[in-house]
């Protein structure tokens, strides 16, 4: 991660060399814009009025060059060719990544003890977490990048990258399965939900029935998994409920400022509420954004959504003459969505493998809004 954040700032520095000192217009002017500038400033007096500024700081860099790195790319990528290129790349890499999931899975990897309620779970022995560290962490990442590689599957019209794509989204698709991470499972059925709204919406009438017809299919162990989201005999959910109640008691006293940015100032707080039960974060990326940041927090983020949305269905989705630009919108936000709806289970923007990712893809949108007017289209 810290090679990583490295690099993207180094990144950003030659940006700034290249179109601040030797262009005279080096920044894109959008209304879409407003939101992440606002975003950014919250961030940056949070951590001035976190409980622990230095504990805070480390959340503050991240989002920081994350941020950073998402107008490097909307000013560096000029047209469609070059960001499918990237968009292909991302799909090839989190591919890499499923990979070593199935080969952990095949291994029989050991698994955490807390990752699950084996009373409840019976027939699960291992979930698969990749180069995450995590299972859940792992879904969060593969629900916004399988949606892009269906929408490459769904626009391209040579046979050899439909086959392509389509391998790249099964795969995703079966490693996500053997997160075993509900909250992941959950997001991809919303995500893909918004994919055919977006896309085809006659598919919708289909959903329920193939929902119905899956079900008597997929082994037992996925379907008590999926049977214990209503479980609150469940430990996990039970751990989820406890954490929920007494993050609304530190959102309750510290909701005109929050706590501070990030999972230091929480975790810290937290502990002053209960000791037996130590949180790095809420496990709800709303309940934690308002007890970091209060209610200023939560507003600007809402708000920040609500534009990003409407700009890109208005600007995008709705350009029913540029197809390309229709299907990949559609697949970038079906990511998002899926993400933030799993964000009602997890702090999604807590690690900085998904934070950057998250901003990536808000990179993504922006770049298609910049070129869709100018580039032509491809198949």
Known sequence: DEVNLIFMFFIFLSFLYKEVLRSPNPLTKDTVHIPIALFVILIIVSTITSINPMGSFRDLAIHLLSISFLFVMV????????????????????SLVALY??????????????????????????????????????????IMVTPISIALFWQTKEIHKKVLFLLTSLLLMLTLVLTFSRGGWLGFAFGIFIFILLVEKRLLLLLIPLGIIAMNFLPPTIVNRILSIANFADSSNNYRIRIWKLTLEIIKDFWPIGVGLGYIPFKQTFETYIRTMP??????????IMAEMGLPGILIFIVLIFVLYKYSIKKLVKREEDKWTKVISAGVLSGLSAVLMHGAVENVLYLPKIIITFWTLVAFLLVLMRTSEKSRDIG
């Open 75 to 94: 000013n560096s990528i000029k047209d469609k060719n070059d960001l499918n290129i990237l968009l292909t790349v991302m799909v090839a890499a989190a």
């Open 101 to 142: 999931g199935l080969y952990q899975y095949k291994a029989g990897v050991e698994m955490e003890a807390k990752w699950l309620d084996t009373s409840n779970n019976e027939g699960i022995t291992t979930r698969v977490f990749s180069v995450f560290g995590n299972p859940n962490i792992l879904a969060e990442y593969l």
């Open 279 to 288: 949180a790095y974060h809420s496990h709800n990326t709303y309940l934690e």
